[in-house]
């Protein structure tokens, strides 16, 4: 059981991470609370089900593909919708929340309430701390390191992070040296959605793929942003590996615990905010972020 939970904690906090960062990335540079977030996670997901599944192509092509369809709704989405009333927080949240429910929505028409599976890209298992560990799970753990390094690279040691680092702590500073506000918002847009894109390519083969499947995941994203503190990255992925061990320990020591899991989430979340509202690692001044 100890095996089961290092490793499934392990996964499963990698995964929150990638989506976690991803929300807290648009919403500290753009000031974008972007509830549809895990809505194209699903995108993906669906999108390589039926690319592999459905259409017969090979893996690779399919998950490059779904991804990159995924950054162009994203953007598209960015342009029609978010841009216009990127001002206003509440216009923002509630059509992100009518856009998750669309591709709900459509995805429900095509295809149903029912469950699908994914073919795992790689077969077999491996033994570890006396524990037997498909080599999916490896992959997926490796993948979240891999993204997430090629995120912390982004932003610390490319002109663009600088960027993008300059526009979260001062837009208006930002501005009057020359950064082009409106592109930064919709590369950082392309980021966030390309993150949660990622994570359902690596989790497709590993959960069943729904119409539903964003809920869960949106519920522990917020969850993780608002217990490492809001523009805070590091904070996000140390929470999302807090909340990913809580949820996995609940799941293996409290028989038939499984519907559990967002409970215990919005239970650490709402604890946080009564005791530290700007979260474990956020900072009190609006310029002080990322």
Same mark, same amino acid.
């Given at each position: 059981?100890?095996?089961?939970?290092?490793?499934?904690?392990?996964?499963?906090?990698?995964?929150?991470?990638?989506?976690?960062?991803?929300?807290?990335?648009?919403?500290?540079?753009?000031?974008?609370?972007?509830?549809?977030?895990?809505?194209?996670?699903?995108?993906?997901?669906?999108?390589?089900?039926?690319?592999?599944?459905?259409?017969?192509?090979?893996?690779?092509?399919?998950?490059?593909?779904?991804?990159?369809?995924?950054?162009?709704?994203?953007?598209?989405?960015?342009?029609?919708?978010?841009?216009?009333?990127?001002?206003?927080?509440?216009?923002?949240?509630?059509?992100?929340?009518?856009?998750?429910?669309?591709?709900?929505?459509?995805?429900?028409?095509?295809?149903?309430?029912?469950?699908?599976?994914?073919?795992? @890209? $790689?077969? !077999?298992?491996? %033994?570890?701390?006396? =524990?037997?560990?498909?080599?999916?799970?490896? /992959?997926?753990? #490796? +993948?979240?390191?891999?993204?997430?390094?090629?995120?912390?690279?982004?932003?610390?040691?490319?002109?663009?992070?600088?960027?993008?680092?300059?526009?979260?702590?001062?837009?208006?500073?930002?501005?009057?040296?020359?950064?082009?506000?409106?592109?930064?918002?919709?590369?950082?847009?392309?980021?966030?959605?390309?993150?949660?894109?990622?994570?359902?390519?690596?989790?497709?083969?590993?959960?069943?793929?729904?119409?539903?499947?964003?809920?869960?995941?949106?519920?522990?994203?917020?969850?993780?942003?608002?217990?490492?503190?809001?523009?805070?990255?590091?904070?996000?992925?140390?929470?999302? @590996? $807090?909340? !990913?061990?809580? %949820?996995?320990?609940? =799941?293996?020591?409290?028989?038939?615990?499984? /519907?559990?899991? #967002? +409970?215990?989430?919005?239970?650490?979340?709402?604890?946080?905010?009564?005791?530290?509202?700007?979260?474990?690692?956020?900072?009190?001044?609006?310029?002080?972020?990322?």
């Amino acid at each position: 059981m100890l095996g089961d939970i290092l490793i499934n904690g392990l996964m499963a906090g990698g995964m929150f991470a990638i989506l976690a960062v991803g929300f807290s990335l648009i919403f500290g540079v753009a000031k974008i609370l972007n509830m549809s977030h895990t809505a194209f996670y699903m995108i993906t997901a669906f999108l390589i089900l039926i690319g592999v599944t459905l259409l017969g192509f090979p893996l690779l092509p399919s998950l490059a593909g779904s991804i990159a369809i995924t950054m162009i709704l994203g953007i598209l989405c960015f342009k029609l919708f978010f841009d216009r009333v990127k001002e206003h927080q509440t216009a923002v949240m509630i059509i992100s929340v009518a856009l998750a429910m669309l591709f709900q929505e459509i995805f429900l028409l095509a295809f149903g309430g029912h469950y699908r599976g994914v073919p795992p @890209f $790689i077969t !077999g298992f491996a %033994e570890i701390l006396g =524990t037997r560990v498909s080599y999916q799970h490896l /992959f997926a753990i #490796g +993948a979240s390191a891999l993204i997430l390094a090629g995120l912390w690279v982004l932003l610390s040691r490319t002109k663009l992070g600088i960027a993008i680092r300059a526009v979260a702590e001062d837009r208006e500073i930002a501005n009057l040296m020359g950064i082009d506000l409106s592109r930064i918002f919709m590369i950082v847009m392309a980021i966030s959605v390309a993150l949660a894109g990622l994570a359902g390519a690596v989790l497709a083969p590993i959960y069943m793929v729904s119409p539903f499947m964003w809920m869960q995941p949106l519920v522990i994203t917020l969850a993780a942003v608002v217990l490492g503190g809001f523009g805070s990255i590091g904070g996000c992925v140390i929470a999302s @590996f $807090i909340l !990913g061990y809580t %949820e996995t320990i609940v =799941t293996f020591l409290v028989p038939g615990s499984t /519907f559990l899991r #967002g +409970a215990v989430s919005l239970s650490i979340m709402v604890l946080v905010l009564l005791i530290r509202p700007e979260g474990l690692f956020g900072v009190a001044f609006e310029e002080e972020r990322l």
